[in-house]
């Protein structure tokens, strides 16, 4: 497509309730990266994808977490048993190679109620 | 340890005038340096990106500044309109690294 795409734009759910983050990169490009951004907060690192390699799951901030990138394209982020503190925007971006910015999409606002 | 710093933090001016956003980073050894914004509440879009090699690059009445050996970049917004009011993040590639590191980022304000 023409840019990053996250599904759903809102997600409203209660705690303890698991939830799926959708990214659909720009066709074409190897990289994928998941960031989230707390009210008011920076960006934080959680998943990075790179081809066939094997993800950099570093930022993930604990097991609850886990993202899939399914044949070199769409993502998921997947949040077990959500907690109130999971509430941010969820930030998913592409990057064709290395030499090349990022591309954001607009974002998941999770929201646990 | 690669750090980034914004200065400033925040920055109200009247519409019209021409401004400087500023961004320094402590390792000079950047594959390339980017320029996003962010309006509240919205993901980011990005601005204009630099390659070590380069020393400027142009959109608009956008034009951001590169030098590595001091570990500075400046973004230039030219005849500021209150559209331009948003948050302005700087990030840098380091080498080979895959990962961005990133500015807090200066809010701006364009006041009509």
């Known amino acids: 497509g023409a840019g990053v795409s996250q599904s759903p734009s809102n997600k409203v759910t209660e705690k303890g309730k698991d939830v799926e983050l959708r990214c659909d990169p720009i066709?074409?490009?190897?990289?994928l990266y998941w960031y989230r951004q707390s009210l008011g907060q920076g960006l934080e690192f959680l998943i990075y994808?790179?081809?066939?390699?094997?993800?950099?799951k570093s930022g993930l901030p604990s097991d609850r977490f886990s993202a899939e990138r399914t044949g070199g394209s769409v993502s998921t982020l997947t949040i077990q048993r959500t907690q109130q503190e999971d509430s941010a925007v969820y930030l998913c971006?592409?990057?064709?190679?290395?030499?090349?910015?990022?591309?954001f999409g607009s974002g998941t606002r999770l929201t646990v109620v | 340890k690669q750090e980034v710093t914004q200065i400033p933090a925040a920055l109200s001016v009247p519409e019209g005038e021409n401004l400087v956003l500023n961004c320094s980073f402590t390792d000079s050894a950047i594959y390339n340096l980017q320029w996003f914004r962010q309006d509240p509440g919205k993901g980011l879009t990005s601005l204009l990106l630099i390659q070590s090699s380069q020393r400027e690059q142009t959109s608009g009445r956008l034009n951001a500044s590169l030098d590595k050996s001091s570990g500075r970049s400046t973004l230039y917004i030219a005849a500021s309109q209150p559209g331009d009011s948003a948050t302005y993040l700087c990030?840098?590639?380091?080498?080979?690294?895959?990962?961005?590191?990133w500015g807090a980022g200066t809010k701006l304000i364009i006041k009509p």
């Open positions: 971006a592409s990057v064709r190679e290395l030499a090349y910015g990022y591309t």
């Open positions: 994808f790179q081809g066939n390699s094997a993800p950099d």
């Open positions: 066709s074409g490009h190897t990289a």
């Open positions: 990030a840098v590639r380091g080498g080979s690294n895959y990962q961005l590191i």
